[in-house]
């Protein structure tokens, strides 16, 4: 009986980890890139085929990851943050800044036409969503309460977060990770 209890617990664990953690895509999809900046018109069908249901469920569903969930929203890697549904650059790692809210959070997005905003009015309060202003996925809402320089703060889902570590950034911590344990 303490075996099978034992056994289940490790199954149920094993369960919650891939489902707080498991959000990589099935395939990445056909129109993946961070150089194209061509508007993506898919079907949600199509969508559907390609992306993880964590994934969907958020970009095309306009879900929302549950808070503390994601790998990026304590992360302070150097690099760029790209919507994880079509590879556009959304934010960079610099302007990331720790909100306590429970998601990623960024003050300003790479440029004017990587994010797109709508008026959101569900859940009886009124707010702004931000959408991928390449594929429109869901990404999730931007408020007027974050730092100076812009007083903005762009809370997202980490789930639609794709994050690519800077070069030259990995360079650097290369080259002085290699002095520091040769001892010059």
């Known amino acids: 009986m303490k075996n099978k209890l034992i056994m289940l617990s490790l199954i149920i664990s094993g369960l919650w980890f891939q489902s707080c953690y498991g959000q990589e895509q ?3 999809s056909p129109v993946y890139s961070h150089t ?3 508007k993506v018109n898919q079907s949600d069908k199509d969508w559907k085929k390609v992306l993880s ?3 969907y469920d958020v970009a095309r569903l306009k879900g929302t990851e549950r808070p503390f969930s994601s790998k990026f929203e304590t992360s302070k890697e150097i690099g760029t943050y790209y919507c ?4 556009n650059p959304l934010f960079q790692s610099d ?3 720790d909100s306590g809210c ?3 959070s960024f003050y300003e997005p790479i440029s004017k036409t990587s994010i797109l905003y709508h008026k959101d009015t569900s859940l009886g309060m009124v707010r ?3 959408t991928c202003g390449r594929c429109k996925s869901h990404l999730g809402h931007v408020f007027d309460d974050g730092p100076p320089p812009t ?3 762009y809370c997202i889902n980490g789930v639609v977060l794709d994050f690519e570590k800077a070069k030259t950034a990995e360079k650097s911590y290369s080259k002085k990770h290699k002095k520091s344990t040769s001892g010059k």
């Open 151 to 153: 007083g903005l703060r």
């Open 102 to 104: 429970g998601w990623p």
């Open 26 to 28: 099935k395939t990445k």
């Open 36 to 38: 194209d900046t061509n």
């Open 128 to 130: 702004t969503e931000v």
């Open 95 to 97: 302007t990331k800044f």
């Open 53 to 55: 249901p964590e994934i």
């Open 84 to 87: 994880a549904v079509c590879g």
